[in-house]
């Protein structure tokens, strides 16, 4: 246009893409007639003052990271896939009935399926619930609704919350009315948060050879229970299958242990063996049909544990519980043997046992204002049912003789757990005695062989 052509209207429409997080478009539409004070100013250095003045706008304005109220179920917010190893194993961390809250203390991002929806900063609680059958998630007085959400490092491997490392990812789920916390972890990183869990390290490399036979063990028995097909999750993070701390657990020579042994397992007939451990035999270990019924495999039968018993460092070697006869009726109480504290105790005695020892058959007479009560007990039951006189711990095995003792009943026995597979004090002893891993576990497995994971 020429200098001549004053008082002409002009409409100029500008499109900026802004960098916010739904990717809008922001657009200016800026008419005005244009006196003849421009007559001399350039149309160009107009739009490049435009130009300028917009971006400044967008520049201040505030960028969204939370949608308030939001189902995000299939919504892609972010294209950023998540890809959640079939090698995995899924540990339940945690489970609470309708609620559960988790308190973040590293940076992590948040999704939704494979769709990034937030980023959750150090400090932040994370208020789970149940939500007919999905999770509700609030955070920062913000909502979101999804079938599961997972939780993944910002930066490194890890993730902290609640004063615990873990490597991995994290999953909150529902299933029934439990809102649930899953760690995500490849299988040989969830061994190194096991192994200083489940077995004593010792000084130097003392029990260096225990703790690889302990690394082979958890391994397959880990494999065992990914190839159960839960739904949910694999494997518990306590004693219910084994004691996992994540990488907050981890020690130096408990990681060398199972990186040397990385990938093995033991084998039967070329397919992954059943795996049980317990902590202290007594000098014996016990066929595992007696404790599991239809375990009956020919490498989990009675073993010694040597002339001299390897064992016999454990602080539960032997042990002795003391009750006063109200304090046993209690037991049986509670443990639902019996339904009413009116009674004393007759008589108690082993009616049988099985070939190591341990008690097959507890018998109990009890008298009372309805009369005479005969009670038997059986097996590994009697130590869910009797439990220690003090902590109301699980007794410490079934290797024991009973007898009494004025009104006291006195249980003196050998050994702590089941008396399964591999003693784990046993196999500390031999590891002392300088007892290769493979020797260790040839000898509470015999037949067995180790072998490749994937071979």
Not at 135 to 144: E, G, P
Request: net charge neutral; charged share 25%; hydrophobic share 35%.
């Amino acid at each position: 246009m020429g200098k001549h052509q004053s008082n002409v209207p002009i409409k100029t429409s500008l499109q900026f893409t802004s960098n916010s997080s739904h990717n809008s478009f922001l657009t200016y539409h800026i008419t005005g007639t244009l006196l003849s004070m421009f007559r001399n100013l350039k149309v160009e250095i107009l739009i490049v003052a435009i130009l300028i003045f917009s971006y400044l706008l967008i520049s201040c304005s505030s960028t969204k990271r939370f949608t308030s109220d939001e189902d995000v179920t299939g919504k892609e917010v972010y294209k950023e896939e998540i890809k959640l190893n079939a090698s995995a194993v899924r540990v339940l961390l945690d489970e609470k009935p309708e609620a559960l809250y988790i308190t973040i203390q590293s940076k992590v991002y948040l999704y939704s399926g494979e769709s990034k929806i937030a980023e959750v900063n150090e400090g932040n609680v994370l208020e789970c619930f149940n939500k007919s059958g999905k999770v509700s998630l609030n955070i920062n007085r913000k909502n979101f609704t999804a079938s599961y959400f997972l939780l993944q490092p910002a930066t490194g491997n890890t993730i902290k919350y609640n004063g615990k490392i873990y490597r991995g990812r994290l999953q909150i789920i529902v299933e029934g009315n439990t809102v649930e916390l899953i760690n995500f972890v490849e299988l040989e990183n969830y061994l190194r948060g096991v192994i200083a869990k489940e077995m004593p390290l010792g000084n130097g490399n003392e029990n260096y050879e225990a703790l690889k036979a302990m690394a082979v063990c958890a391994r397959t028995y880990t494999l065992m229970k990914m190839n159960k097909g839960n739904i949910f999750y694999d494997i518990y993070s306590d004693t219910r299958d084994q004691v996992y701390g994540g990488y907050t657990a981890e020690e130096t020579i408990s990681n060398k242990a199972v990186l040397e042994t990385k990938g093995l397992i033991l084998k039967y007939d070329d397919k992954p063996a059943r795996i049980y451990y317990h902590s202290t035999c007594g000098g014996v270990s016990e066929n595992a049909g007696n404790v599991f019924p239809q375990q009956n495999h020919p490498y989990l039968t009675s073993v010694e544990d040597g002339s001299e018993p390897y064992c016999r460092i454990s602080s539960r070697y032997e042990w002795t519980e003391t009750y006063s006869e109200s304090q046993f009726i209690d037991k049986l109480y509670n443990s639902g043997v019996i339904s009413s504290i009116n009674y004393e105790v007759d008589d108690i005695y082993v009616s049988s046992r099985f070939e190591s020892g341990r008690v097959n058959e507890l018998e109990i007479i009890l008298k009372g204002n309805a009369g005479r009560k005969e009670i038997i007990l059986y097996g590994n039951e009697i130590r869910s049912r009797i439990r220690t006189a003090k902590k109301n711990r699980l007794l410490w095995s079934t290797l024991f003789e009973v007898k009494r003792s004025g009104y006291d009943i006195i249980i003196s026995g050998k050994g702590f757990g089941h008396g399964v597979g591999l003693c784990q004090w046993g196999a500390i002893g031999q590891s002392r005695e300088g007892r290769i891993y493979k020797q260790i576990l040839a000898h509470y497995f015999p037949g067995t062989e180790s072998g490749r994971l994937y071979d």
